[in-house]
């Protein structure tokens, strides 16, 4: 069932570099992560202009909403955009945070000046990261008073202990009790229309476009790229050899190298 119309959402963010007037940069996480995740990066990046790394809702510090459709996190971006009276900005996205960032583009293509998606395709994809949320929400935080005793119970469905370390990033402690940073429910509700992507129609994005991949991941594949070109007709699409789909925490010079180049 598509979900309800969202009213854009007021979203917290890190910033740095200096702001000189320039077009600033905004970078949008993916499924699960937040901002801080970015921070290192985001500091590279602002040797060149402001960048700000943002919480999309649910996550991170931002607000919490039931909705979780593309439209309504592109709405916030678009708000974030009109609240600090930004007419453009260029936008780096990954995984999830890169379908916002498309799904901006190609629907106030005038208000994105170019755009990095970082592995993932405007496409629907068939892996489903509900497992993660059920095995987050069954876990037993009452009494608990070390990390380890949360994470342990992750390992059946999260055995990979990177991806196990990333999604304990959202597990905090506060007045002596754990809870998790995101919401579970809405991301658990919303995740066949995460896992998705919106229909733009016959619209498209025809500024500068950078799509970069992993040769280790699975999202950006031979066959996303005739669709890639026919919605983003400008695009460019970089491989990083060895990469996965964590690839600017896994390579970040190299990743870095071809983000600067671009914007």
Do not use: C
């Not at 955009?81 to 780096?92: E, Q, S, T």
């Not at 509900?130 to 005793?149: I, Q, S, Y």
Request: hydrophobic share 45%.
């Amino acid at each position: 069932m598509p979900q309800q119309p969202s009213t854009p959402l007021p979203l917290t963010y890190l910033e740095a570099g200096e702001a000189n007037g320039g077009t600033p940069l905004l970078v949008l996480h993916g499924l699960f992560g937040s901002a801080r995740n970015w921070q290192t990066l985001a500091r590279r990046f602002a040797e060149s202009r402001r960048v700000y790394a943002l919480d999309l809702r649910n996550h991170g510090g931002a607000p919490w909403a039931d909705s979780m459709s593309y439209e309504a996190m592109a709405d916030d971006v678009l708000r974030f955009l009109d609240d600090r009276g930004f007419a453009r900005a260029a936008v780096i996205g990954h995984s999830m945070g890169g379908k916002v960032a498309m799904t901006l583009a190609l629907r106030h293509p005038d208000r994105v000046e170019r755009l990095v998606v970082v592995d993932i395709a405007p496409t629907a994809y068939t892996h489903t990261h509900a497992p993660f949320v059920a095995a987050m929400k069954a876990a037993d935080l009452e009494g608990r008073t070390r990390r380890p005793e949360i994470e342990s119970q992750l390992v059946d469905a999260v055995p990979e202990a990177p991806l196990r370390s990333f999604l304990m990033q959202n597990l905090v402690l506060e007045e002596g009790k754990f809870s998790w940073r995101i919401n579970l429910d809405a991301i658990g509700g919303a995740m066949a229309d995460l896992i998705g992507f919106p229909d733009p129609g016959d619209v498209r994005y025809a500024g500068p476009t950078l799509f970069i991949g992993g040769t280790k991941s699975d999202y950006i594949l031979p066959e996303h790229h005739d669709l890639i070109r026919r919605r983003f007709p400008k695009a460019e699409i970089a491989m990083i050899e060895g990469a996965g789909h964590w690839l600017h925490a896994e390579r970040p010079q190299e990743f870095a190298g071809l983000v600067e180049r671009f914007v």
